[in-house]
């Protein structure tokens, strides 16, 4: 999610829980859940609301939902494994990781990963071949 986004989350929030974030309040949200997706985070603040909590929301506590969304996609997939052609422009634990980021924030699908690994390709390789998938 880009910095400018978390707006987004936050708002969705203010509007639920009746409160308002300051500007250090945001940036700290940001540092929690920037790594993840927009529509991640917004989904996981309406999955909170959806429950009976009777407690404003926290950081960690959509954090903690976004990574359980997270790890089904990749359970999805199985051993998330780079194909041999990403070792070539980085190292093995760089690409993996790159790798798992892009099926995480459903950047990529599991049929899209299955489709990768089939073509071995590199990441930047087989986007290009795909032509409509984003580099993350």
């Not at 991640?40 to 990574?67: E, M, T």
């Not at 199985?78 to 798992?100: P, Q, S």
């Amino acid at each position: 999610m880009l910095r400018s986004e978390i707006g987004a989350v936050l708002g969705k929030l203010e509007l639920l829980e009746d409160r308002n974030f300051s500007s250090a309040q945001s940036d700290a949200w940001f540092e929690i859940l920037g790594q993840h997706s927009l529509q991640d985070a917004v989904d996981a603040v309406q999955r909170f609301h959806s429950k009976p909590f009777k407690r404003p929301a926290y950081p960690g506590d959509i954090k903690a939902l976004i990574v359980d969304v997270e790890d089904v996609r990749l359970r999805r997939c199985g051993t998330v494994e780079a194909n041999e052609a990403d070792f070539v422009e980085a190292d093995r634990r760089t690409a993996n990781a790159r790798l798992r980021t892009l099926i995480a924030t459903a950047q990529w699908s599991a049929q899209d990963y299955r489709e990768y690994r089939r073509s071995k390709l590199s990441i930047n390789g087989f986007t290009s071949a795909k032509g409509a998938l984003p580099v993350g």
